[in-house]
C-alpha cells in the first residue's frame, strides 16, 4: 500500500504559491491572509480521481497512489524555517516563479534548501497571461500555445528560457516539460496561469508521472507513525485542536500521541477530524469525525491536553506507554536547552508558533536575543526585559500575539516596549522605527540643557536699553543662540562673564532660538553697556565642561563651521 506524496509549494513572494492551490481546489486562502501573505503551512489533500479529471485536459494516465498532499509555504525572506521544515518532510516540491520577474531572492534560497533536502522538485513558470499579446483561451498549456502569434511565441521562448538558464547557476539543467528527454537528468518546467488555470493539466499530470514512476519506493507505508504539528486552534464547540499532517503510518483514537513543546509531552488522542477533500485543513469548518486515517494527511486532532504542545514539532503514535516514555525520553535529550538557556543581555522574542519564532529568530539574527519563547507576553518576560542595561534591548518582540490591557500596563510601568503584529515582517519595521524615535528623545532630552556654540556681534547704532537688562541688536556670526544662555567676551586675553539672554525678539516677535545669518534684538542680564559690552563686541556662548562632553558625543548634529567655533570656545576657556 501507498501513501500519497507530500509536496510542498515554494516561491518568492506573490510569485503564485496559494494562487495555485486555490486553482486546484477552487478556494480563496490567499485572500483570508493577514497582509495577503501565506503565515502557516496549509496542506491540501487532492484525490487522484480529481487530478486524472483535470489532467485529461492533456492526457489521460493510471496511478496506484492515493492522491497528493500539497504544503503551501511563506515566500517572505523571515520564512526560511518554514520552508526548511517543509522541503524535510516533502517528497517532491513545485517551484513557482513569476515569468515577468524571474528567480528572486527567495527562489534562489528555495533551490538551495531543495538541494540541501535532496527533494525533486519541478518549477511552474507563473502568470504567463500577463505576458504581453498572451491568448487565455484554454486550460491546457500546448493547446493554448498553438493559438498565440509568431512574434509572441518567439518572446515567450526567449523570457521562458531565461528562467530556464538560471537553474545552471546552481548547476542544474531544466527543460519545458514536453521536451524532456530524461526526468532523471532535467528539470521539468511547465508554463501557467494559477489565474486562469493554463498550464494546471500538464503540471498535475507531472507530479503524479513522477511519483509513480520515480517515488513509490519511498511511499510505501509504514508501522513508524509521524507528523508535524501546524497548529494549535480554538475551535467553538470543540475547544483546542491541533492540525496536523500526518505524513508515515496510520493515526488512531486512543493512540497516545509523543510530541515536544517546552518539555517532552505524551497525551491520548480522543477524536480524528478530517476536512472535506480538496479543502485547506487551515480553512475548513465542517470536518468528518474518523476513528482512523492512513499517511499522507492532514488531521485535526481532539487530544486530552493539549498544554505545552506547540506548533512546527513533529509528533509520534504509538499504542505502548512505555514506548511513548522512550521517545518522550529522546525527545527530552534532542529539544530541551532551545527553551532553558537565557542569554543575560537581549531582546525577547515571542511567537504562536515554533515555525513563526523560528522566522523571528531570522529576522532578528544580527541582535542580541536574551531568549525565545512560545505563547502570551508575561510579567517574568517583562521583568527579563526591563533588567536589560542597553535600553534599546528593553523590548519584547510579539508574532500573532495579543497583549492584555494590565500586560501592556505593567510593560510601560517598568519602561519596556512590546511590538507585536500578525504580520511578521513589519515587526522589524516598527523595532527599527522605534529605535529611531527612541534615539530622537533620549537626544532631545540629553541636549535638553546643553549650551550650543555661537558667537555674535553687537550691532552698532542698535543699542535699545543700557542696563537691567540691557537690550542690544546682534547678529549670529556662527552658531545659534537661545533663552537662558550665558555670554562672555574675551578682553586682553581674560575672560569676562556678561550674563544670561533673558529674551530674544525680531521685529517684536519672541524668538526661542536663533541662528547663523540672522540679526535680533536681545536682552542680557547684568550686562552694561558702556561698561562691559560696547558696539562691535564679539560675545561667545558660554559652554561648560558638561555641554562640550555631550557636543562632542553627538557632534554629527554639529555644522562643519559649529564644530570649529566649540573647539575655538574649548581652547579659549581652557575646558
Not at 147 to 156: G, S
Not at 276 to 282: A, L, P
Not at 405 to 412: C, D, G, L, R, V
Request: hydrophobic share 40%; proline share 2%; glycine share 6%.
Amino acid at each position: 500500500m501507498y501513501r500519497s506524496p507530500i509536496i510542498t509549494v515554494m516561491g518568492h513572494i506573490d510569485h503564485g504559491k496559494t494562487t495555485l492551490l486555490d486553482r486546484i481546489r477552487n478556494t480563496r486562502v490567499a485572500d483570508k491572509e493577514a497582509g495577503q501573505i501565506t503565515q502557516s503551512i496549509g496542506s491540501t489533500f487532492v484525490p487522484m480521481s480529481l487530478i486524472k479529471s483535470i489532467s485529461k485536459k492533456f492526457r489521460s494516465f493510471e496511478s496506484s497512489i492515493p492522491g497528493l498532499l500539497f504544503i503551501d509555504t511563506p515566500g517572505h525572506e523571515a520564512f526560511k524555517c518554514m520552508r526548511e521544515r517543509s522541503c524535510k518532510i516533502a517528497d517532491i516540491a513545485i517551484l513557482v516563479v513569476d515569468i515577468l520577474e524571474g528567480f528572486m531572492q527567495q527562489t534562489k534560497e528555495c533551490i538551495e534548501l531543495l538541494r540541501e533536502s535532496k527533494t525533486p522538485f519541478v518549477l511552474a513558470v507563473n502568470k504567463i497571461d500577463k505576458f504581453h499579446g498572451w491568448k487565455s483561451i484554454s486550460q491546457s498549456f500546448l493547446e493554448n500555445y498553438n493559438y498565440q502569434n509568431e512574434n509572441v511565441k518567439i518572446e515567450f521562448e526567449k523570457r521562458f528560457y531565461e528562467i530556464i538558464s538560471e537553474l545552471e547557476k546552481f548547476n542544474l539543467k531544466g527543460e519545458r516539460f514536453d521536451r524532456v528527454s530524461d526526468f532523471t537528468k532535467e528539470i521539468a518546467a511547465v508554463p501557467i496561469s494559477a489565474k486562469t488555470g493554463e498550464g494546471i493539466p500538464e503540471l498535475l499530470y507531472i507530479l503524479a508521472g513522477l511519483s509513480e514512476k520515480f517515488l513509490k519506493r519511498f511511499l510505501l507505508k509504514t508501522e513508524n507513525s509521524c507528523g508535524v504539528i501546524l497548529e494549535i486552534k480554538d475551535v467553538k464547540g470543540l475547544g483546542k485542536t491541533i492540525d496536523a499532517i500526518l505524513i508515515d503510518g496510520k493515526i488512531e483514537v486512543g493512540d497516545y500521541l509523543v510530541t515536544f513543546g517546552k518539555k517532552a509531552k505524551i497525551t491520548k488522542i480522543r477524536a480524528i477530524l478530517i476536512p472535506k477533500q480538496i479543502q485547506d485543513i487551515r480553512v475548513e469548518k465542517t470536518f468528518e469525525n474518523v476513528n482512523f486515517i492512513e499517511a499522507s494527511y492532514g488531521v485535526k486532532l481532539l487530544v486530552q491536553d493539549t498544554e505545552d504542545i506547540i506548533a512546527g514539532f513533529e509528533f509520534f503514535l504509538t499504542k505502548d506507554i512505555r514506548k511513548a516514555e522512550l521517545i518522550a525520553k529522546d525527545l527530552e535529550k534532542k529539544y530541551s536547552q532551545d527553551f532553558t538557556i537565557k542569554k543575560e543581555e537581549g531582546m525577547i522574542l515571542k511567537a504562536d508558533t515554533l515555525g513563526a519564532l523560528d522566522a523571528l529568530k531570522n529576522i532578528f539574527k544580527d541582535f542580541k536575543i536574551k531568549y525565545c519563547d512560545i505563547g502570551e507576553v508575561t510579567k517574568e518576560d517583562i521583568l527579563e526585559a526591563s533588567i536589560n542595561s542597553d535600553i534599546f534591548l528593553r523590548v519584547i518582540i510579539a508574532f500573532n500575539i495579543k497583549s492584555s490591557e494590565e500586560i501592556n500596563k505593567i510593560a510601560k510601568e517598568n519602561g519596556v516596549k512590546i511590538i507585536s503584529s500578525d504580520i511578521i515582517y513589519e515587526l522589524f519595521e516598527n523595532y527599527m522605527k522605534w529605535k529611531e524615535e527612541k534615539k530622537k528623545e533620549l537626544l532631545e532630552k540629553e541636549l535638553e540643557n546643553v549650551v550650543f556654540p555661537a558667537k555674535i556681534r553687537i550691532i552698532p547704532g542698535y543699542i535699545f536699553r543700557a542696563s537691567k537688562p540691557a537690550i542690544v541688536g546682534c547678529e549670529i556670526l556662527e552658531g545659534r543662540i537661545k533663552g537662558d544662555y550665558d555670554l562672555f567676551k574675551v578682553e586682553d586675553k581674560k575672560i569676562i562673564e556678561l550674563g544670561k539672554i533673558k529674551e530674544i525678539q525680531d521685529k517684536g516677535v519672541n524668538l526661542s532660538i536663533a541662528t547663523k545669518g540672522m540679526k535680533v534684538a536681545i536682552s542680557i542680564t547684568n550686562a552694561v553697556v558702556g561698561r562691559n559690552i560696547f558696539e562691535n563686541d564679539i560675545l561667545f556662548s558660554n559652554i561648560d565642561e558638561n555641554s562640550y562632553a555631550t557636543l562632542k558625543k553627538y557632534e554629527n548634529i554639529l555644522s562643519e563651521e559649529e564644530k570649529k567655533l566649540l573647539e575655538e570656545i574649548k581652547e579659549i576657556k581652557k575646558l
